[in-house]
């Protein structure tokens, strides 16, 4: 606003020589002028931008995506974040909204959502976000999400302010319907805090066949080893919510869940930090961001003896 006693000077990404790549040749021109979009059209004509410089913006952008105005700017408003900023394409999700749909099926009180019932031969997959399951409106819900694995399509929603036992053991039963060839679906349970308590249940309690186990290196040891459970921290989260926001903007994963794409559209930037806004939640969020993980993780493969 000019009220501190210092000028503002604006540097945008096409005033670095070094932000160029290179023409592979003639031919390459001619295709980058006929495939200009609007917005590319008039960005050139406005900065006088090389064939060049749209090559290595439109890589740039590929890579980063919803990222690109903070990294490389173009005006001085697209500069910063700001709080407030939503984590997802909000366009996208907005239009997801509009086109959900009601589940085909409930059960337990609501509890339990199902918008496709298992398909014989599908496999299936389970991302659990743990909460400690008080029953009031500034807490989260326990939630479970359930995705084919692979179309990616998300099946069921089982959300619940239940105690973490008695979660555990409807997560349990909501795995069992969505069994493939006999085997339970592979299961993420997220071990933070409440997470770790329907972690011991299933492990120790329920004996369940086909938890997640997230492989690390030792730093003592300098050796791999594998713990139960999914570890949402600094180092995993940014992923986590970065494969799902890519996820949700190629249409890789197919939802009809209005509830899960109204945390998308309110998971903002609070004090440098993405998470729900006030008075809102991000339960769905991270279950179904642990779900998405899911689909990648390699299946344990049986072991053979051969005599």
């Not at 005033?15 to 031919?27: A, F, H, K, R």
């Not at 997959?125 to 692979?150: C, L, P, Y």
């Not at 409807?170 to 069992?176: G, R, Y």
């Amino acid at each position: 606003e000019g009220k501190a006693g210092w000028y503002n000077i604006f540097l945008p990404w096409f005033e670095d020589p070094d932000n160029v790549i290179l023409l592979g040749s003639e031919e390459e021109k001619y295709e980058i002028l006929e495939s200009l979009n609007e917005e590319e059209t008039l960005l050139a004509k406005k900065f006088n931008l090389s064939y060049e410089q749209i090559k290595w913006r439109r890589q740039t952008k590929d890579r980063l995506r919803r990222l690109f105005p903070q990294e490389y700017p173009e005006d001085s408003e697209t500069a910063f974040l700001t709080s407030g900023s939503s984590y997802f394409n909000i366009d996208i999700v907005n239009e997801l909204i509009k086109k959900s749909k009601k589940p085909i099926k409930t059960k337990w009180q609501n509890q339990l959502r199902i918008w496709q019932l298992p398909v014989p031969g599908q496999e299936y997959v389970v991302g659990t976000d743990v909460a400690a399951g008080i029953d009031d409106s500034k807490h989260d819900f326990s939630t479970s999400i359930v995705i084919e694995r692979e179309s990616g399509r998300h099946v069921a929603t089982l959300k619940c302010k239940l105690k973490p036992h008695e979660f555990t053991i409807k997560t349990i039963k909501m795995c069992e319907l969505y069994k493939c060839k006999g085997e339970m679906p592979l299961w993420g349970i997220e071990r933070n805090e409440h997470g770790r308590a329907v972690l011991a249940d299933a492990i120790h309690i329920h004996d369940y066949p086909h938890l997640y186990k997230h492989s690390r290196l030792d730093p003592a040891s300098k050796q791999r080893i594998a713990e139960h459970g999914w570890p949402t921290n600094a180092k995993t989260r940014p992923v986590m919510i970065d494969d799902l926001a890519e996820a949700i903007e190629d249409g890789l994963i197919i939802t009809d869940d209005a509830e899960f794409l109204s945390q998308c559209r309110n998971f903002v930037l609070k004090k440098g930090k993405f998470e729900a806004a006030s008075g809102c939640h991000d339960d769905d969020v991270m279950a179904t961001a642990i779900a998405w993980q899911m689909r990648t993780a390699r299946r344990k493969i049986p072991s053979i003896t051969v005599i």
